[in-house]
């Protein structure tokens, strides 16, 4: 099979095409032919080495979290899991590639309606919104939520779980079009933060969770944003993870600052955040009260040029490889 390798950490020259054989499904495996895998910004921070720290080598790693496919064989514990079933899944890595084995666990079936193309756009933004936005920043119906990056594939997913939830959804984009998608997705307000202070735009707002994957500078208006008891979740620091605050700002309105990264957590936990989000987010999807925003695919080789859009963020919604 064809697989994309990261040949050592670098630019996207260092994501080369090799032949790999196919792999062969533990007992608790399936193995699934690949559709489609979603590109996310961990596959650019792995490839440049700057995932996990120091003392995580990369070279030879098949990047990618996300897939959709069929399952073409199952592990004798793979449980519901048959030949033939359309499938999208959670993988630590090893998407860019025409087959792939994950843990049947961290499986869940093609929503009803969908493509199984636009389904590989699903696991990996899906499970990061559920855990860090309503398990973990407990994101209630009638509270305001903020997400930046609006236009991001997390941020689609987030402004149209939170609005069908019952929160008010605030966002920030980088362009007037982009704010334009995100309210049209349900956000209330969407601000161009390369036009305006989105502090100063969102101050009357009072958020109660703020979903953010910039940093930097970001933070601190972030605190100053939340009411009391607020909950801030970091999922990225693209500015920058070393920041300055006030805690004071912390103290005296109880908030919580947290944040996590999916992919080092253990098959224990995925499989059960895997079955919170085919329970509570699944029938959405399958009565079409959620929508996917595919802005691009490539074929598996130009892996390269889609991570360069990425970085770019020209892109509104996910960019995809398929094979």
Known sequence: MQVVV???????????????????????????????????????????????GAGNPVAGV???????????????????????????????????????????????????????????????????VWYNVFQKGALKPGENFLVHGGSSGIGITAIQLAKLLGSNVFATAGSDEKCRTCEELGAIKCVNYKQEDFETALKDAGIDVILDMVGGDYTAKNLRLLRPDGRLQYINAMQGPKVEINLMDIMTRRL????????????????????????????????????????????????????????????????????
């Open 256 to 323: 919580t600052l947290s944040g996590s990264m999916l992919r080092p957590r253990d098959a224990d936990f995925k499989a059960a955040l895997v079955a919170a989000v085919e329970e509570h987010v699944w029938p959405l999807l399958a009565a079409g009260k959620f929508r996917p925003i595919i802005y691009r695919t490539f074929p598996l080789a130009e892996a390269g040029a889609a991570q360069t859009l990425m970085v770019s963020s020209e892109h509104t919604g996910k960019i995809l490889l398929t094979m």
């Open 62 to 128: 098949v990047p990618g979290l996300e897939v959709a496919g069929h399952v073409v064989q199952s592990g004798a514990e793979a449980g519901r899991w048959q030949p033939g079933d359309a499938v999208c899944a959670l993988l630590s890595e090893g998407a860019y590639a025409e087959y792939a084995v994950v843990d049947a666990r961290h499986c869940l079936p093609v929503p009803q309606g969908w493509s199984v193309e636009d389904a590989a756009s699903l696991p990996e933004t899906v499970l990061t």
């Open 6 to 52: 990261i040949t050592q950490p670098g630019g996207p020259e260092v994501l080369q095409v090799q032949e790999r054989p196919i792999p062969v499904p533990n007992s608790h495996e399936v193995l699934i032919r690949v559709q489609a895998a979603g590109l996310n910004r961990s596959d650019v921070m792995l490839r440049e080495g700057k995932y996990g």
